[in-house]
């Protein structure tokens, strides 16, 4: 072999390890950080420091081995998360495949199984009335999480602010400020809509008709402090600006909770 033809040799050997590297450094970014392609979840998120724990998760199903993002909900106890029961019928019909929750907190196992999913009995899948479920995880959430359930007499002051809270896409923790509108002024908007608001319902957002929390998940807790008091239960999206984000209230439901959780959930507070 001649000069050229081994400098040749080795320009060929170095490309290929050089190559090889980067492939398995593409491999290891995928294998250890958060990408979304095409609206799958194909890995586990990078952990994130945050001032503090976070109560709000992400619940996500996967079928060979690619997840899809379907809803939200809210840490209430080590074991237990309060969500809505479209998203049990989501986790339910996975069941057989893989479901997890992701928590943004370093404080926390980022990533849980579902154990059990559990409806309210007097779910409505058409109206949606009663949208209410819980989810048990395998391992518990560690001590410093979660949020507190309501009084059952807890009451809703119309034009008071309080907070819509979700994940992001990069497991960032986002709070929407939003405003409870009136029962009647709730109809008036939804009229549109031929959908009825019914007395497990409450609905909130601005008055400038912006809508704020239209980026939330499914299952994303509305929350007065430290206090969970709803979920979100539907809407229309983000175009439809005159159609307010609907909520299932909690406290109506905050007997059934704690019967099937019993004393894994973190005190009731005053509110």
């Known amino acids: 072999m001649n ?15 050089l190559n090889a590297l980067l492939l398995i450094g593409v491999v290891i970014k995928w294998q250890t950080g958060l990408k979304k392609c095409d609206g799958k979840y194909r890995n586990l998120p990078s952990r994130r420091a945050l001032e503090k724990p976070s109560f709000a998760v992400k619940i996500v199903t996967f079928a060979n081995e690619v997840g899809e993002l379907h809803c939200g909900g809210a840490i209430i106890s080590s074991h237990w998360i309060v969500t809505t029961g479209y998203c049990v019928d989501v986790v339910e019909f996975y069941a057989k ?19 059990v999913a559990i409806r309210h009995p007097e779910f409505n899948s ?24 309501p009084r059952g007499d807890y ?4 034009n008071s602010s309080v907070s819509a809270v979700g994940l992001d896409e990069e497991l960032i923790e986002l709070a929407t400020s939003i405003v409870i509108f ?12 031929r959908e009825l608001l019914t007395e497990s319902m409450t609905c909130g957002g601005s008055y400038t008709r912006e ?61």
């Open 3 to 17: 000069k050229i033809q081994c400098q040749c040799m080795t320009l060929l050997i170095s490309l290929f390890f």
């Open 97 to 115: 495949q893989k479901v997890i929750t992701y928590v943004a907190s370093t404080l926390n196992e980022l990533v849980n199984d579902v154990e």
């Open 126 to 149: 058409s109206t949606l009335d009663a949208d209410i479920g819980l989810l048990k995880v395998v391992e518990p959430y560690n001590i410093g999480v979660g949020i507190h359930l």
């Open 155 to 158: 009451n809703y002051l119309v």
């Open 182 to 193: 009136s029962r009647k002024y709730c109809s008036s908007l939804l009229s549109a809509t």
């Open 211 to 271: 809508k704020l929390d239209c980026r939330y998940d499914t299952g994303s807790p509305l929350v007065d402090g430290e206090v969970l008091i709803g979920v979100i239960s539907w809407g229309k999206g983000c175009e439809k600006v005159d159609i307010p984000t609907v909520y299932t209230k909690i406290p109506p439901f905050v007997k059934w909770i704690t019967n099937i959780v019993g004393n894994d959930t973190f005190p009731t507070m005053s509110k």
